[in-house]
Each structure stands twice: as C-alpha cells, then as structure tokens.
C-alpha cells in the first residue's frame, strides 16, 4: 500500500486560487492512478479529479471542470490539484486517494488506500 498525505488546504475568498498537494510514500508510486475526492458536511463524499500514472487520462466532476487542474510529478511523488475560481460551494474537506487500476476510478470504493484530508474553506 501506498502512503498519502495532503496539504495546500485554507481559506480563501471566493474567486481565489487555492493548490492542494498529496505526497506519496512507497516506490511504486507512479504505478497508482490518483483521485481527488471531497466531503462536505452534510453531503455525501463526492469526486472531483483523477490522474492515471502517465498524466494522459484525467477525468473531472462537471462541478470542477474548467477550474481545477490534476496533474502529478512522479518524480517527486506527488499528485497537485490546482484551484482557481473558487466558489463557497467548493467549501469541503479534500482527500487524495490511490488505486492501483490503470484507467482512473471516479468511484471511491475503487481506491484503498486514503489520505487525512485537508480543510479548503472559500468565503464568499
């Protein structure tokens, strides 16, 4: 399994730009697809991104599409999400997740190994 850990997450006003981070442990780590999900309080956890180990297949949530951008340093071990036009609904705990499929899962019962999440909070 592969360890994850997310950072980036913090306030901002609507209309900002926020770069969330996952920091992967483990060799095997350009093996994985990665996938961004999110939790808001009182919602379901949703999807929002996903990146297959090469960077060529990156599926969005409709939601996000357009103003988030997945992208991944293999060499660094890392998966980004970049943020830009942040609106108040994008208010949630953000989790980076990691599946070991070939083509990125939108599905979170695909991915089995998670991260602690990260607060991004967008004030209107």
Same mark, same amino acid.
């Given at each position: 399994?592969?360890?994850?850990?997310? #950072?980036? *997450?913090?306030?901002?006003? @609507?209309? !900002?730009?926020? =770069?969330?981070?996952? /920091? %992967?442990?483990?060799?095997?780590? &350009?093996?994985? #697809?990665? *996938?961004?999900?999110?939790? @808001?309080? !009182?919602?379901? =956890?949703?999807?929002? /991104? %996903?990146?297959?180990?090469?960077? &060529?297949?990156?599926?969005?949530?409709?939601?996000?599409?357009?103003?988030?951008?997945?992208?991944?340093?293999? /060499?660094?071990?890392?998966?980004?999400?970049?943020?830009?036009?942040?609106?108040?609904?994008?208010?949630?705990?953000?989790?980076?997740?990691?599946?070991?499929?070939?083509?990125?899962?939108?599905?979170?019962?695909?991915?089995?190994?998670?991260?602690?999440?990260?607060?991004?909070?967008?004030?209107?």
């Amino acid at each position: 399994h592969v360890q994850l850990v997310e #950072s980036g *997450g913090g306030l901002v006003q @609507a209309v !900002g730009s926020l =770069r969330l981070s996952c /920091a %992967a442990s483990g060799r095997t780590f &350009s093996s994985y #697809s990665i *996938g961004w999900f999110r939790h @808001a309080p !009182g919602k379901e =956890r949703e999807f929002v /991104a %996903a990146i297959n180990w090469s960077g &060529s297949n990156t599926p969005y949530a409709d939601s996000v599409k357009g103003r988030f951008t997945i992208s991944r340093d293999n /060499a660094k071990n890392t998966v980004y999400l970049q943020m830009n036009s942040l609106k108040p609904e994008d208010t949630a705990v953000y989790y980076c997740a990691a599946t070991q499929r070939g083509i990125p899962s939108m599905r979170s019962a695909d991915f089995g190994s998670w991260g602690q999440g990260t607060q991004v909070t967008v004030s209107s």
